[in-house]
């Protein structure tokens, strides 16, 4: 009879976590991918083979409610297996994916296939109507029952209201979130830049930002309306997030989530960045940047989520009138919200964590991961104090649409841990 392996120890860390109240140099012990014990250094300083951390910050590892990861049918863009590698060297541990893929996820088959625990914890939204034209809505019980964790046409909006309210009275029902991609078709035109002198002098359709606050609007009367929970994605203008914060104040049921994009980067970024700095919604203004950090600090907007939305290279080298909407997120999210947020004391570390790690499970019903006895071994370590320069063509993704290309940040994830096991950790 074998003996169980020794617990494998972290020693020389800096233990934080706001969700169990911890900020402090210690050592953590790992066994069959659960945390067995937390104490301080002393705990590892004999263990023979301990891992090291320096001194650099252990967190909760990531999650991200909102990647595309192009499976099925555009695996050229991106694949579950590059997609997961991306995630980890971004510190991330559980991804959820998009249904906007070719076929639309709308069958418990598909749900089933995309629903995965390894490399990394896979989950799926699944659509509110099929093909998400807006024509007819899915078979909602068997999508969930099949391992979905909500529902939502993300690409376009579930444009006919009665339909929504449909999601939203299931969602009340069975307690999951119905996540709107808010853009009131009807308003204005489907534009590539904000509207605007910029969108103007370079000769492109302008984006009107009431296409966004509109459905808001709409969805959280719906959801006042059915009890129903809804999650807004990207929210990027500041009229957006008047109106969450509000309906908030109402006792509303409404989360929503921010991109790393749209907090760093505005519409005067667009002319020097070119065909990376598309996607929809479009960058705002800075009035409406400044908007999403008060947001994000005050909790009116709860999570971060990249929308990592990859294309080939050859696509994204297109003139910005051809080129596809989106842009890569996962191996820049931590470091781009660090440096752009963090550092210049827009918001603590602590709320940077939380949105990162803790919130995003609780909005979907994941498993919670903390540094706490008894949680997953879902771990990621981050010197915060190393400078990197971006460089796409190093990127785990197969694609190369960052619009941060070349710009220098803090904060680098040296590796990342998933069920008590180093899935990924830096080389240079």
């Keep these: 009879m074998t003996s169980p392996e020794p617990p494998l120890l972290i020693r020389n860390a800096r233990l934080f976590d706001p969700a169990s109240n911890i900020d402090v140099i210690g050592a953590i012990a790992v066994a069959d991918g659960r945390i067995v014990g937390i104490g301080p250094d002393t705990v590892a300083e004999e263990h023979e083979g301990a891992i090291d951390a320096g001194g650099c910050c252990l967190f909760p590892a990531f999650c991200d409610p909102h990647v595309h990861f192009r499976t099925p049918g555009e695996t050229e863009k991106e694949d579950l297996e590059s997609g997961s590698r991306a995630a980890l060297a971004g510190g991330f541990t559980s991804v959820i994916q998009m249904p906007n893929t070719n076929p639309v996820v709308d069958t418990p088959e598909l749900v089933r296939d995309l629903t995965r625990d390894d490399p990394i914890e896979l989950r799926v939204l699944a659509a509110v109507t099929y093909g998400s034209q807006s024509r007819e809505l899915t078979d909602f019980a068997s999508l969930l029952d099949a391992g979905a964790v909500g529902f939502t046409d993300d690409g376009q909006p579930v444009s006919v209201p009665v339909f929504m309210k449909a999601a939203l009275e299931f969602g009340c029902e069975r307690d999951v979130p119905i996540t709107s991609h808010a853009e009131e078709p009807t308003i204005g035109l489907r534009g590539i830049v904000r509207a605007g002198t910029i969108a103007d002098s370079m000769g492109v359709p302008g984006w009107n930002p009431r296409r966004e606050s509109a459905m808001v609007e709409r969805d959280a009367v719906l959801a006042r309306r059915t009890g129903g929970h809804v999650h807004i994605a990207h929210v990027s203008t500041r009229g957006a997030v008047e109106i969450i914060r509000k ?15 749209h907090l760093s980067l505005t519409v005067s970024d667009v002319p020097d960045i070119g065909a990376d700095a598309k996607m929809n919604p479009p960058l705002g203004t800075e009035d409406d940047r400044r908007a999403l950090i008060e947001g994000l600090a005050d909790g009116t907007i709860d999570c971060i989520a990249t929308d990592h939305a990859p294309h080939t290279p050859r696509e994204k080298s297109q003139k910005l009138e051809r080129a596809p909407f989106g842009v890569i997120g996962l191996e820049t999210s931590f470091a781009v919200a660090y440096t752009r947020l963090v550092r210049p004391g827009a918001i603590g570390l602590a709320r940077l964590v939380d949105a990162m790690s803790r919130i995003p499970r609780e909005i979907y019903h994941l498993e919670p991961v903390a540094l706490k006895i008894g949680s997953r071994a879902d771990l990621v370590l981050v010197d915060l104090e190393k400078s990197w320069t971006v460089e796409p063509g190093k990127f785990q993704s197969r694609a190369r649409n960052c ?26």
């Design 403 to 428: 619009p941060f290309k070349g710009m220098e940040l803090y904060g680098k994830v040296l590796w990342t841990m998933y069920r008590g096991r180093i899935l990924w950790e830096v080389r240079d």
């Design 247 to 261: 309906a908030k104040s109402g006792g509303i049921r409404v989360t929503a989530e921010v991109t790393p994009h």
